[in-house]
């Protein structure tokens, strides 16, 4: 029958009527005639029409290491340095690689597989049922064909490593990994039962896709670089994006189920009654067909939204927003306890430290507060500021008004409540731990309280004067200090 229907020559390719209707009733009459399925005859159809030898397995997972060298070592020193070239976007400029990457590799795919079935005898295309002619267990694979299987066997399995880890993790991401794990098995099943033919056909139908998605998206990074648009990149991205969407109907869901499936579930039971394991085959392409409808819905969704206006540019739909907004909170939790971990200057040093800090370096924190008294009927323009101790107050000296090292600084507008702004940066005295009076020792007064830099009151509330006790008068802690940075709640 085989023969015979090579001779007639090409059978017609059929419509998706005749294709579930013949297909379908195949698969009932197998499954209906066969008497002894199960894991008996799984078991029987592996140990004798299986042929695949450890080395074969040994060299296929050696090529998948070789892929992932190989991509690691083009990211690093091509693509990266590439796209930093052209001064690619940051978003845009790490996700070049990956696309790069696919490209190079199914253009080359594709090529070859395309080389294999036009420019060679092999007739596999134009007559897809010829897949099964003169099938026999154990046949020899030709030499070009091997090399293609090795190639995308050991690409699929370096794939499903770089999807968990290398790749970005997208909406379809999931699916995604059971594509390649369905592909590596069907590569590598139909190698062993000698099914070669049929598996040229659908790398064929469905590397021509990858070529012109990871094409179009190299163009949408590469039509923002530089700080320019760029419209050549631009009108190559507008029209990969048009092909592909052709292409992926037209090659996965018009030729692929009614030249693969067709194929597999009608004419190789006509041309091999008993051929093993029809029904595992057959489920996978379904499968197959299935993931290739669920990504055409994608397509779909992204044609509603150009056509409705939502999208203006092209862009992944499969792929996850990742911008945030910045937060505009400070982190006050780090400006309030970080200084008190840090071991502080003393004596001189402390003074000069703090007056060459620029005032850039401390986070202000502006926060209401209550006047200490009522509102002055003339507000004074200028900042207010006061050394207060125990019992002692009195203004800063000096026409200057100049803050002096370690206090706190109330500004407030002319009929506004009171502003208190506030830094982490706040100086005090704190005993010291050596014996009093040496170096670095406290500044007292004639009463022995330390002397500590304190906020004034209101502004322009009233102030109660009190009698001035013996003891320093200056804006400034006086030599020997020990100075320590605190926060004031």
Known sequence: ?????????????????????????????????????????????????????????????????????????????LFRPLAKRCRLQPRDAAKMPESAWKFLFYLGAWSYSTYLLFGTDYPFFHDPPSVFYDWKTGMAVPRDIAVAYLLQGSFYGHSIYATLYLDAWRKDSVVMLVHHVVTLVLIVSSYAFRYHKVGILVLFLHDISDVQLEFTKLNVYFKSRGGAHHRLHA???????????????????????????????????????????????????????????????????????????????LKDVREYDTAEALSPKPRKAESLQGPRSRPQPTGQGARQALSTRPAAACEEDATSVPPSGPPSPSPPTGPAIALITPGLRSRAPGPSRRPAPGSRIARRAPGSPQIAARTPCHVAPVPPSGPPGGQGGPAEDASGRHLAAMPRGGAGGRRKHRAPRPGPRSGRPPPGTRLSCRAVP
Not at 23 to 51: F, K, P, Y
């Open 1 to 77: 029958m085989a023969a015979a229907a090579g001779s007639a020559g090409p059978e017609p390719m059929p419509s998706y009527a005749q294709l579930v209707q013949r297909g379908w009733g195949s698969a009932l009459a197998a499954a209906r005639g066969c008497a002894d399925c199960g894991w008996g005859l799984a078991r029987r159809g592996l140990a004798e029409h299986a042929h695949l030898a450890p080395p074969e397995l040994l060299l296929l997972a050696l090529g998948a290491l070789g892929w992932t060298v190989l991509r690691s070592a083009a990211t690093s020193r």
């Open 235 to 313: 009108l190559a991205a507008d029209l990969g994006c048009l092909s592909f969407c052709l292409s992926w109907f037209w090659f996965r869901l018009y030729w692929f189920p009614l030249k693969v499936l067709y194929a597999t579930s009608y004419c190789s039971l006509r041309s091999v009654p008993d051929i093993p394991f029809y029904f595992f085959f057959n489920a996978l392409l379904l499968l197959l067909t299935l993931m290739n409808l669920y990504w055409f819905l994608y397509i779909v969704a992204f044609a509603a939204k150009v056509l409705t206006g939502q999208v203006r540019e």
